[in-house]
């Protein structure tokens, strides 16, 4: 899959998810800090990734994301 899909990807679930407006979300927006993503809120963005995308997240990724950019490097170094 592309960057720019998997992009497209993450900011659609975001903008569904959350309620944010698609132009508020940048690449370095902080997932909970500026978009207000709880911790089930992350789970729940892990598992549309992962069935969106094809990849699984691994405990230790998944703890390491913290921005938008950081969602869509973790999907591309795990195959996405």
């Not at 940048?26 to 069935?51: H, I």
Request: proline share 2%.
């Amino acid at each position: 899959m592309e960057r720019s899909e998997v992009e497209r990807r993450i900011l659609d679930l975001l903008v569904e998810q959350l309620g944010v407006e698609r132009g508020a979300v940048e690449p370095e927006s902080l997932l909970e800090e500026d978009l207000g993503l709880d911790s089930l809120g992350m789970v729940e963005l892990l598992l549309a990734l992962e069935e969106a995308c094809g990849v699984a997240f691994p405990d230790e990724e998944a703890g390491r994301i913290t921005t938008v950019r950081g969602a869509v490097d973790a999907v591309m170094r795990l195959g996405g």
